[in-house]
Nanobody, 124 residues
Framework: QVQLVESGGGLVQAGGSLRLSCAAS????????MGWFRQAPGKEREFVAA????????YYGDSVKGRFTISRDNAKNTMDLQMSSLKPEDTAVYYC?????????????????WGQGTQVTVSS
């Protein structure tokens, strides 16, 4: 399995931008599809975005389409989430996750490794 560590969370005003990063350990990072999820207090974990192992395919949740961009750098074992036009409803703990599925995954059950999460707070 791959170990994941998120960074880049913080407090931002509505309409602002934030970039999250996920650093992976291990030499097999390029074999994994990767994804971002988020979880607000009292709510279920929600799919945000995913990217294929090569980076050639991406998939976004409806609530973030057009505002968030997922990317990865297999040479550096990193994955990023660029978030723009942030809204208060984007406030949550954001998790990165890795999946060995041979497609671009979007469900929690598709992912086998998870980071510890990073808090994003958007003020109105």
């Amino acid at each position: 399995q791959v170990q994941l560590v998120e960074s880049g969370g913080g407090l931002v005003q509505a309409g602002g931008s934030l970039r999250l990063s996920c650093a992976a350990s291990g030499r097999s990072f390029s074999r994994y599809a990767m994804g971002w999820f988020r979880q607000a207090p009292g709510k279920e974990r929600e799919f945000v975005a995913a990217i294929s192992s090569t980076g050639g395919s991406t998939y976004y949740g409806d609530s973030v389409k057009g505002r968030f961009t997922i990317s990865r750098d297999n040479a550096k074992n990193t994955m990023d989430l660029q978030m723009s036009s942030l809204k208060p409803e984007d406030t949550a703990v954001y998790y990165c996750a890795a999946s060995s599925r041979p497609f671009v995954p979007s469900r929690v059950a598709h992912f086998s490794s998870w980071g510890q999460g990073t808090q994003v707070t958007v003020s109105s």
